[in-house]
C-alpha cells in the first residue's frame, strides 16, 4: 500500500511528489507522456512574478511569485538565471506614471537580495534601444528569472526518484476505484501491460485531463473546475543583440515577450486563446502568427514575418476557472479541491491552475491540506535543498565553467558550456572517465554525443529521440533535418531503450 498516488508528470504533480517523498511518505507517480510533455515546456520560460497580474489586483499571486524567483535561483542555478527585461513606455497605452507605480509595487511586494531593482531608461542613447523604433524614447529595465522548464520538471523528477518514490512515464491511469481507506488505481504502460497500484490518497495534477481523471469516479464536489486556455510562442533566429529581454504592450492590453533563447534565437510570446477540450489539436495558428508578428513588428526596427519562424511550440493551461470574461484576464493563481478522507471516501486532492514559477509553493500548500492523513510525515524542505547538479552559489557559474574546460580541453567550449547549464555540478558524472570525444561516442551533431545519450536514458527518464531533442535539451532546433533523422533513426536501435 503506498500513501500518494500521483497522476501527472508536470511541473505540479512532480513537484508534489519529490516533497512527498522528501518528507518519508510512500510516493508513486504516473504520466501517460513523457515528463513535461505538454504544459509544463510549453511556458515563456520565466520565473516570475507576473507584472500585469497587479492590474488585476492580485498581489497574494504577485507576492509569492516574487519570493520564489530567489528561492529557485538559489536551487537550481544551472537551469535558472537572472535576466533584465526592457519595458519600453508607448505612446496611447499605458502611462509612463502607471508603469512605474507597477514597477515600484513589483520591486517592493516580496523581499528581494539578488536581483537588482528597477531603472528608467533613456531608449535613444542605451544599448537596450538599438533595436527599437524612434518612436520609444523611455522605458524601464526590472528584474525577473529565465528557466529551462522542461529541465526543472525532469531535474524534479529525478531527485523525486533518488528519495524513494516511484516515477512510472508513458504510464496511464485508465481506471479508479475509490474505497473507504484506500484507492485502487489501474494503470497501462504504452505497450499495453497493466498493474493495480493502491494507495491512500489520490492527488490529480493532471493538468488539462484534470477534470478526465474526477470523472473516472463518484465526486462529492464539483464546484472547482477547469478552464483551458492555449498559449503559443514562435522562435526566430536572433532580432536583436544583447542578454537582456523586452516586454511590449500590445493593443488589446496583454503584454508580449521577446528574449534571447538559445544562443543564436529570440522567443516570442505569448497568446490566449480558448479551448474547449484537452484532446484537442495543440498548434499555433495563423492567427496566432499574425498576432505575435504584429506585436513586435510595432516595436522592434526589424520586421518578421511567418516566413522567419524556424520553430514554434504551443500548449494548453489548466486555469482555474473563475468565470472571467476574457482569457487573458483568467486568474493564474492555483486552487485545491480536497474531498473525503472522513471514512467514507478515500481522500483525493485536485489541482486547478498554477504557473511555473510557484510550483514549489504549490507542492508545500499541497501537503500542508494533506498534512493531516498523514501526521508523522516530516516538515517541509525544499526551499533550501538544490536540485540535482545545483550544488554551487548563483553567482559562480562561469567560474564552474571554467573549471570543467580546464578538466576537459577537448570538449568543444559551446558544448561545455551548454552541458554546464543543463546538469551544473553532474558533468563529471555524466563525462565519466572520458579524456578524449573519441571516449564520448557516436556524435550525433550539435554536441551530443552518445555519453550524453545514454546519461539521459539511464537517470533522466528520456525514453524517444523526441524527448532529448526538444524537452531535456532544444538540440533539435541546432540540428539539421538529415541529423535529427539519424538521430532518430539511431535512438530506435538502441539496446534495452525501456
Not at 524612434?134 to 525532469?154: I, M, N, P, T
Not at 578524449?436 to 557516436?442: E, F, N, P
Not at 532529448?468 to 539519424?486: C, E, F, V
Request: proline content about 4%; overall charge negative.
Amino acid at each position: 500500500m503506498h500513501d500518494i498516488l500521483v497522476i501527472g508528470g508536470g511541473i505540479n504533480g512532480i513537484g508534489i511528489a519529490r516533497d512527498a517523498a522528501g518528507r518519508g511518505l510512500d510516493v508513486v507517480l504516473c504520466e501517460k507522456d513523457d515528463l513535461a510533455s505538454h504544459t509544463s515546456s510549453s511556458s515563456s520560460k520565466l520565473i516570475h512574478g507576473g507584472l500585469r497580474y497587479l492590474e488585476h489586483y492580485e498581489f497574494r499571486l504577485v507576492r509569492e511569485s516574487l519570493g520564489e524567483r530567489e528561492t529557485l535561483l538559489r536551487t537550481a542555478p544551472h537551469i535558472i538565471w537572472p535576466v533584465r527585461i526592457v519595458l519600453p513606455v508607448e505612446p496611447g497605452m499605458r502611462p509612463s506614471w502607471l508603469l512605474r507605480i507597477g514597477l515600484f509595487l513589483y520591486d517592493n511586494l516580496a523581499k528581494r537580495s539578488i536581483l537588482p531593482g528597477t531603472k528608467t531608461l533613456n531608449l535613444r542613447n542605451s544599448n537596450q534601444g538599438a533595436a527599437l523604433q524612434e518612436k520609444l524614447r523611455k522605458g524601464f529595465e526590472y528584474s525577473d528569472c529565465w528557466a529551462d522548464d522542461a529541465r526543472l520538471v525532469a531535474l524534479n523528477a529525478v531527485d523525486a526518484k533518488e528519495r524513494g518514490a516511484e516515477i512510472l512515464t508513458r504510464t496511464e491511469c485508465i481506471a479508479l476505484e475509490r474505497h473507504p481507506e484506500h484507492w485502487t488505481a489501474t494503470l497501462r504502460t504504452q505497450s499495453g501491460e497493466e498493474r493495480k497500484v493502491d494507495a491512500k490518497l489520490l492527488v490529480n495534477a493532471a493538468g488539462p485531463w484534470v477534470e478526465r481523471i474526477l470523472d473516472r469516479f463518484d465526486r462529492v464536489d464539483e464546484s472547482a473546475a477547469v478552464r483551458l486556455v492555449k498559449g503559443s510562442h514562435i522562435v526566430t533566429k536572433k532580432l536583436y543583440e544583447g542578454s537582456h529581454s523586452y516586454i511590449f504592450q500590445s493593443a488589446d492590453g496583454r503584454i508580449i515577450f521577446a528574449m534571447p533563447y538559445e544562443g543564436e534565437f529570440t522567443l516570442i510570446g505569448t497568446t490566449d486563446v480558448p479551448m474547449d477540450a484537452p484532446d484537442a489539436t495543440v498548434e499555433i495558428s495563423d492567427w496566432e502568427i499574425d498576432y505575435l508578428c504584429g506585436a513586435v513588428n510595432g516595436y522592434f526596427h526589424k520586421q518578421i514575418s511567418k516566413s522567419d519562424i524556424v520553430w514554434s511550440y504551443a500548449g494548453v493551461r489548466p486555469l482555474s476557472d473563475d468565470q472571467a470574461e476574457s482569457a487573458s484576464v483568467v486568474t493564474r493563481d492555483y486552487v485545491f479541491d480536497l474531498e473525503g478522507g472522513q471514512g467514507s471516501f478515500a481522500p483525493v486532492l485536485s489541482i486547478f491552475g498554477g504557473k511555473l514559477t510557484t510550483y514549489r509553493k504549490l507542492a508545500a500548500h499541497a501537503m500542508e491540506k494533506i498534512g493531516k492523513f498523514f501526521p508523522s510525515m516530516g516538515e517541509g524542505w525544499t526551499r533550501s535543498s538544490p536540485l540535482p547538479g545545483g550544488n554551487f552559489e548563483f553567482d559562480e557559474i562561469d567560474e564552474l565553467i571554467e573549471s570543467y574546460m580546464a578538466a576537459y580541453p577537448w570538449l568543444a567550449e559551446k558544448t561545455l558550456r551548454r552541458m554546464v547549464r543543463s546538469y551544473g555540478t553532474l558533468i563529471p558524472t555524466i563525462l565519466g572517465n572520458a579524456q578524449s570525444l573519441a571516449d564520448m561516442g557516436r556524435d550525433f551533431g550539435a554536441g551530443l554525443y552518445q555519453k550524453e545519450v545514454d546519461y539521459l536514458r539511464a537517470n533522466e527518464f528520456a525514453k524517444s529521440h523526441e524527448d532529448i531533442l526538444w524537452r531535456r535539451s532544444k538540440l533539435g532546433l541546432h540540428m539539421t533535418d538529415n541529423q535529427i533523422a539519424a538521430f532518430a533513426k539511431a535512438f530506435d536501435e538502441f539496446p534495452d531503450k525501456d
